[in-house]
């Protein structure tokens, strides 16, 4: 059964509609601290970050309200990357984390990622029966006024994430001689990156890094990577890093002003791994994943599965078969090895390792090469469209035409009204001619 309120990645739409205005957001807190105060007994602790959104201001009051009344004690940290609030979740030993954000979207959406005391997006389960507590009538999800929960702003959110990311490697790791382009999208990673690899010694020219609640992911990050390559290109750096709203993707690019994206990471990153002896198990990527990088992991003789599109089934399928890499196209990727999410500026510190012995990022990158593939986004009224009979006869028209010299896929955006259609194939007639026909009729 559809969930009611979540999507693939939370909560998310237009700001004072539908789920995203105060009203919605005070029931999703107190139906939250209600479920996770029942799963821990001695401690009644919530942390929330967000990003930089405008509406964070008028949605975190709500949010903390709703948790409060449900007897949560809260501390709030303020703009913050999602993993960075993942991570902190774990180490503080909280009940739950949630992140307001919408990630990659414009400024006037909005919503919520939650994660459990394991640091883990949760899982379908759990959604419907917070779900349930949303829509509940019943008045005992407010606690007696002697044990409301209490606020305290944590001013050392940033620098606590920082200290756990370098621990992740050697004491002596640094990136002096490596100068970085940085665009950190007017988004929450706009303090923690910059800082993060200054103080690893890198020549740092960072942009996105003014946000005034209006122009996050606006034509900059990792949604617009020409702004990255240009960037690269006029300051002759080494290597362009560029993140989305809530630093949990990265795209790249090389020195050369070649855009690399997250399947080109994960076959960098695996490659690397199993030359180490650390990969575990293999790789999990998606349905959107290149067929490049399926052939080229099979070639090395590296594992792949895939999962539903999203980060969070990426994980879930990770940890069902215990390989401990996977991520998306997208630049959603999860170093099962450090992470529980997806994390950006992780992933640009596993790379930059890589780096500091001189190797050039356009020798390191290109590792495969990516089977054509084109991605259209189609806005619809409707998402429920493609389960049209007519859709339906089309989809499976078009997958007979492309037979074995590729592949199609039709599917509803988790977050945003638009149906995604994606065709692969060296053929690339054959992927217009699927695409125009797909387009023609869910339109």
């Not at 459990?116 to 509940?136: A, N, Q, T, V, Y």
């Amino acid at each position: 059964m559809k969930n009611k309120y979540f999507g693939t990645d939370g909560i998310r739409g237009k700001v004072n509609s539908g789920n995203i205005t105060g009203e919605k957001f005070f029931k999703f807190g107190l139906a939250s601290a209600t479920y996770f105060k029942n799963q821990k007994k001695n401690k009644q602790i919530a942390i929330i970050a967000k990003d930089t959104r405008l509406s964070g201001y008028s949605l975190e009051p709500a949010l903390v309200s709703g948790l409060t009344s449900g007897g949560m004690h809260v501390f709030t940290l303020g703009p913050l990357p999602t993993n960075g609030l993942a991570m902190l979740t774990k180490k503080m030993k909280a009940n739950m984390g949630i992140m307001i954000t919408a990630s990659h979207n414009p400024y006037y959406d909005n919503g919520l990622k939650l994660f459990g005391p394991d640091g883990m997006k949760l899982s379908d389960k759990i959604e419907k029966k917070i779900e349930r507590l949303i829509d509940s009538k019943n008045k005992y999800l407010l606690e007696n006024p002697k044990i409301l929960g209490r606020v305290k702003r944590l001013e050392d959110g940033n620098d606590r994430y920082i200290s756990i990311l370098k621990k992740n490697f050697p004491k002596n790791f640094n990136l002096k001689g490596l100068k970085i382009v940085v665009d950190c999208a007017n988004g929450a990673g706009y303090k923690a990156a910059p800082k993060l690899l200054k103080e690893l010694g890198a020549k740092v020219i960072s942009f996105g890094i003014k946000p005034n609640g209006l122009n996050i992911n606006d034509n900059c990050g990792s949604m617009y990577p020409d702004y990255i390559k240009a960037k690269v290109k006029k300051y002759k750096a080494n290597i362009g890093i560029s993140f989305d709203g809530d630093a949990d993707r990265i795209i790249m690019c090389d020195e050369k002003g070649n855009i690399v994206d997250g399947d080109q990471i994960i076959a960098m990153i695996a490659k690397r791994w199993k030359h180490k002896k650390i990969l575990k198990g293999g790789v999990i990527g998606t349905l959107m994943s290149n067929l490049g990088l399926e052939y080229y992991l099979k070639n090395q003789k590296i594992k792949f599965k895939r999962s539903q599109v999203g980060d969070r089934y990426v994980k879930e399928k990770m940890r069902k078969y215990n390989f401990n890499l996977g991520g998306e196209q997208s630049g959603h990727i999860i170093l099962g090895k450090f992470a529980t999410t997806g994390d950006g500026l992780l992933v640009a510190l596993e790379v930059l390792y890589s780096l500091r012995k001189g190797i050039v990022a356009s020798k390191l990158f290109n590792i495969f090469k990516p089977v054509p593939q084109l991605l259209v986004n189609i806005l619809v009224k409707n998402k429920e469209i493609i389960k049209s009979s007519k859709c339906k006869s089309v989809i499976k028209q078009t997958i007979k035409i492309m037979g074995n010299k590729g592949r199609i896929l039709v599917r509803k955006s988790g977050t945003e009204p638009k149906i995604r259609v994606m065709a692969e194939s060296y053929d690339k007639t054959l992927i217009k001619k699927c695409i125009l026909k797909l387009r023609k009729i869910i339109k």
